[in-house]
């Protein structure tokens, strides 16, 4: 079946670690985007990619990056610089065109906690 | 600049009543798409209605539909008969829809609880 998947679905760091969360995507989506969700509140955009080897940055990029090497593929890595990195994250694809009304499509999520 | 406003925080509803979540927003946007979205206690969006700023008819899938006021800048979701099964979080969300601006910039939610 065609979708989006996470992982890992849970994920515990030490402060001060590096940790890397996968999104891989087999809907040809050519865009993707990294959003975080904190207890309560709506959905932050992290940073998004439009192309392969090409991404922005969204509303909170710092003390985050991402890579965008293969298409269907969109890792996102939590540094040590993220001063609160403790939330859910959510990895979204769409298809990529003019006047595009198509939904934004999710994975299952990451919820990372840390210790 | 894009923002969505939904002033709800939680909201009870007696099953089988409509319950009309509330959206409003702004944007400089000529052309720009409206969303709905859900998301249960699991933790995934479930994508339930779309609206075009340029629709002249509200959109409606099955219990869902879209009161849209474009002059007053809102985007109300109006669920009939609730279920049980509509307990969740609801997001509000807007992009525009010129080449390239496809992110989309969402509310805070609206929890929603349905009462037996």
């Known amino acids: 079946d065609g979708g989006i998947t996470q992982s890992p679905k849970y994920l515990f760091r030490k402060e001060g670690q590096n940790v890397t969360l996968s999104c891989e995507q087999n809907?040809?989506?050519?865009?993707m985007y990294w959003y975080r969700q904190d207890p309560g509140q709506g959905l932050r955009l992290i940073y998004y990619?439009?192309?392969?080897?090409?991404?922005q940055k969204g509303d909170i990029a710092e003390g985050y990056s991402v890579s965008r090497e293969k298409k269907e593929s969109f890792p996102l890595t939590v540094t040590s610089a993220q001063k609160n990195p403790t939330a859910f994250y959510l990895c979204a694809s769409s298809i990529l065109q003019a006047e595009n009304t198509g939904e934004l499509f999710f994975g299952e999520g990451s919820r990372l906690t840390v210790l | 600049a894009q923002k969505i406003t939904q002033t709800q925080p939680g909201m009870f509803v007696q099953e089988k009543e409509a319950v009309t979540l509330d959206c409003t927003y702004d944007t400089s946007d000529q052309s720009y798409g409206l969303f709905w979205y859900k998301q249960p206690s699991s933790g995934e969006m479930i994508f339930l209605i779309y609206q075009g700023s340029y629709d002249e008819q509200n959109a409606t899938e099955g219990r869902y539909s879209l009161n849209f006021q474009k002059a007053r800048k809102s985007a109300n979701l109006v669920i009939s008969a609730s279920q049980l099964g509509d307990s969740a979080m609801y997001f509000c969300a807007m992009r525009g829809l010129s080449f390239g601006n496809e992110k989309l910039t969402f509310g805070t939610g609206t929890r929603l609880t349905i009462i037996p």
């Open positions: 809907l040809n989506h050519d865009a």
């Open positions: 990619s439009q192309i392969v080897n090409d991404f």
